[in-house]
């Protein structure tokens, strides 16, 4: 089982749509968590920390279950300049400040 | 403005060839990384360095070799050991410090090609 999973996609979906990605991660001692948009050909770029109790930036909110061992990243009224791989990173317990980082999730919006 | 610069943007690599990347990063900042990026696989770790004069192996570190110098720069050099190096090579860096982590700066990237 690999420490960080993500559902590839890609999602399809139009403009306005809601939609949300899920990262589970094996680690149950992983202490922190993070989303990246990354796009074509492009350097990963932070879009946002996930904080415990869940947090909103925007049209994006972060969710961490601990129970179930996975982040959530929802995006509400989707727009075309969304489109792009949406990576999720968890930094695992120790001393380290190493990220493992999640296949990405692609996300497309259509007119 | 800070920031972390990789070069070159793209580079192409004859078969048994060594290859060095450059990282150079005026962020302050104390934690450099290494990732691999291939298609459908996400990023991989080569080489992380908390430290300067200090870098650890990541999960993918063969055919590859690093050093940490000075703290603004941490190269990566492509050792003809690396019998797969065409991918898109990641350097990042973040504060470091136990706890938690503000996640990383990447640099935009090399891209190598084995000709």
């Known amino acids: 089982r690999k420490e960080v999973e993500q559902d590839p996609g890609p999602f399809n979906v139009p403009e306005g749509a809601t939609v949300a990605f899920n990262c589970t991660y094996s680690?149950?001692?992983?202490?922190?968590f993070f989303w990246y948009r990354q796009d074509c050909r492009k350097e990963p770029k932070l879009l946002m920390s996930v904080y415990s109790s869940g947090n909103e930036d925007g049209r994006f909110t972060a969710q961490l279950n601990r129970a179930s061992q996975y982040i959530s990243l929802l995006i509400r009224d989707s727009k075309l300049s969304d489109s792009a791989t949406y990576l999720c990173a968890v930094k695992p317990s120790g001393g380290y400040n190493k990220l493992i980082f999640g296949a990405g999730t692609r996300l497309a919006v259509h007119p | 403005d800070g920031g972390i610069t990789q070069s070159p943007k793209y580079l192409f690599r004859k078969e048994g060839q060594n290859v060095t990347l450059s990282c150079e990063q005026n962020?302050?900042?104390?934690?450099m990384y290494w990732y691999r990026q291939d298609p459908g696989q996400g990023l991989r770790l080569i080489y992380y360095?908390?430290?300067?004069?200090?870098?650890q192996k990541g999960d993918i570190a063969e055919g590859y070799s690093v050093s940490r110098e000075k703290k603004e720069s941490f190269p990566l050099t492509v050792t003809s050991a690396q019998k797969n190096p065409t991918a898109f090579y990641l350097c990042?860096?973040?504060?470091?410090?136990?706890?938690?982590?503000?996640?990383?700066?990447f640099g935009s990237g090399t891209r190598l090609t084995v000709v």
């Open positions: 360095s908390q430290i300067v004069n200090d870098f």
């Open positions: 680690n149950s001692a992983s202490q922190s």
């Open positions: 962020l302050n900042h104390d934690a």
């Open positions: 990042a860096s973040s504060t470091s410090g136990e706890g938690g982590m503000n996640g990383y700066t």
